[in-house]
């Protein structure tokens, strides 16, 4: 065993490495992107010169721009360099559904005749007019379910997610009874944590069955997608559960199955805690009624910024290579060796975050639904 | 502030696929593996108690296999012990019938010698009263070979016997 675990950390620390390299080559390209855009106004072969502004010719490596752009969602997913996917656009208004490739606007370029115009303005779909002006309550009255950047990894995380578990599954109705193999023996740990850790002792023997198959959904979800968010590569690099609307759509299912298995016992204990004077009731109940909320939103906001927080770091750390190049290319060189060994070890931390937050998710998520059906089995206390 | 607000597409997207991810691994991966692992935990567990069940019945085979041989052990010693006795009383039996025999024989013995002893002591005595006899006839007839003596004989015992 201990000789497994030994390739495991070589194989790790090489995947790292080379996490690491393409994680600046993709910067790189980033980067390359920008200034061919700011070149676009001298070159004549470009066809969207018309409906771009004039840039200053030198502009300044920008990396509040370049994280920003990197962690928040996108119409195409930027692959490397030039080349990017479109991905489809679905728009749903009064006048019914529109949907065409995000390519049709041209990185923002273009307008997109459907039954409204539509533009992307600062990352954003809005409605036009033929003059490219927006029309603020056509905007607000659109519906956006585009297949976004974010979409489309949650989809390949999806995937992967159904890909693993039903060849896993295959694998238990192979062999019954026997030894775990292969995939399995990597899985089947991680089951019997979420299982015996999480949902039995938060919920309790009795009543976790109930909740263990969102739980260890949520687990894998979580835990999947922040591993693919650490890939720099096409399927990975969305920043999908550091993203917030990923982060409150779980915390409020968390919310609305807390709130739906709450017994009499877990009302009570809310509206008015047994045993507690009127006085301190006043005081108290309100404060467990806020408490309702803030559970899953305090569970929003721990994933939604641990994912991001870990996303910036290591973009920043890239950025700190070409704000010094920008100065001096050999400093550049120097900043980098050191950028380098800080994002390894970054990665190293993202790794076991990327773990915690989905344990700490689920643990939270198993303690509240442990809490909403916990039994009256403390009488003598009040 | 871009970043914190909720975009809704994402959100009809993640509740849409979570929602059918969800359904499709409980159907198909959760319950049919967790109930494998519980099966295989199950037959571990009863696989486990059985082996304990065996040791147990082994341990119990062996203490009743030892109380046997000590119970043989003991009837061995009892059959020994009885068959100690038994040759003892017969030893002493056939010591004490020994005994009895000689005692017996040597009474009979006793018996024949003193009946022998008695034949002799009376055939002595008869021998003896024939002897005496005899010498008293030869006494007698020397006595009484003169005429002399004759008187002197008949004087004698005249006057022993006195007349009262």
């Not at chain 2, 593996?33 to 119990?60: D, F, Q, V, W, Y």
């Not at chain 2, 034949?119 to 006839?137: C, D, G, R, W, Y």
Request: net charge negative; charged share 20%; hydrophobic share 50%.
């Amino acid at each position: 065993m201990p000789n497994k675990y030994k390739q495991f950390g070589v194989f790790s620390a090489v995947a790292l490495s080379i996490l690491v390299l393409l994680l600046s080559f993709n910067v790189s390209f980033a980067e390359n992107t920008d200034s061919t855009h700011t070149e676009y106004p001298e070159g004549e072969t470009e066809s969207q010169v018309n409906t771009h502004e004039v840039a200053p010719e030198n502009e300044k490596f920008n990396a509040g721009k370049l994280i920003i752009e990197h962690i928040s969602d996108a119409y195409d997913w930027h692959i490397a360099g030039h080349i990017a996917i479109p991905l489809p656009v679905i728009l749903y208004s009064d006048k019914g559904f529109d949907i065409f490739m995000s390519s049709a606007f041209e990185h923002g370029h273009a307008i997109y005749k459907g039954k409204q115009n539509y533009a992307l303005k600062e990352g954003h779909i809005k409605v036009v007019n033929d003059n490219g002006e927006e029309n603020e309550e056509a905007t607000s009255q659109l519906w956006d379910i585009s297949i976004t950047k974010n979409v489309a990894s949650l989809f390949v995380s999806l995937a992967l997610m159904l890909w693993i578990f039903l060849t896993v599954a295959k694998a238990y109705a192979r062999n019954p009874g026997k030894a775990p193999k292969g995939l399995q023996s990597w899985v089947e740990p991680m089951i019997i944590f979420v299982r015996d850790d999480i949902a039995i002792s938060a919920i309790g023997e009795k009543k976790y069955k109930k909740y263990l198959p969102f739980l260890l959904t949520a687990f894998f979800f979580i835990w999947i997608n922040n591993l693919m968010g650490l890939i720099p590569l096409a399927p990975g690099g969305a920043n999908v559960t550091g993203n917030i609307a990923i982060a409150m759509t779980l915390a409020i299912i968390v919310f609305v199955i807390t709130v739906f298995s709450g017994n009499k016992n877990y009302w009570r204990h809310i509206v008015a805690m047994p045993g507690v004077p009127v006085g301190v009731l006043a005081l108290l109940t309100p404060i467990e009624i806020i408490g309702v909320f803030l559970k899953p939103f305090v569970l929003m906001i721990r994933l939604f910024a641990n994912i991001l927080a870990g996303h910036i770091i290591a973009l920043s750390f890239f950025s700190l290579i070409f704000i010094f190049a920008e100065m001096n290319t050999g400093l550049g060189f120097g900043v980098s060796i050191l950028s380098i060994a800080f994002t390894v070890f970054m990665g190293m931390l993202e790794l076991l975050v990327a773990f915690l937050q989905a344990y700490v998710f689920t643990l939270l998520a198993a303690m509240y639904f442990g809490s909403a059906v916990e039994e009256h089995h403390h009488e003598e206390h009040h | 502030m871009e970043l914190v607000k909720p975009a809704f597409g994402l959100i009809f997207w993640m509740c849409v696929s979570f929602g059918i991810i969800v359904f499709i691994l409980k159907k198909f991966a959760w319950t049919p593996i967790l109930t494998m692992i519980k099966e295989r935990e199950e037959s571990i567990e009863n696989a486990l108690g059985a082996a304990e069940k065996a040791r147990l019945e082994m341990a119990s085979l062996k203490s009743s296999n030892e109380k046997i041989l000590a119970e043989a052990r003991l009837e061995r010693d009892v059959i020994l012990k009885e068959a100690h006795e038994i040759k003892d009383s017969i030893v002493n039996e056939a010591k004490s019938k020994a005994t009895q025999e000689s005692d017996k024989i040597i009474s009979s013995a006793r018996e024949t010698i003193n009946n022998e002893k008695m034949a002799a002591i009376t055939e002595l005595k008869n021998q003896v009263a024939t002897l005496s006899i005899e010498i008293a006839e030869k006494i007698l007839k020397s006595e009484l070979s003169n005429n002399d003596k004759q008187k002197t004989l008949v004087k004698s015992m005249l006057e022993d016997v006195k007349l009262n």
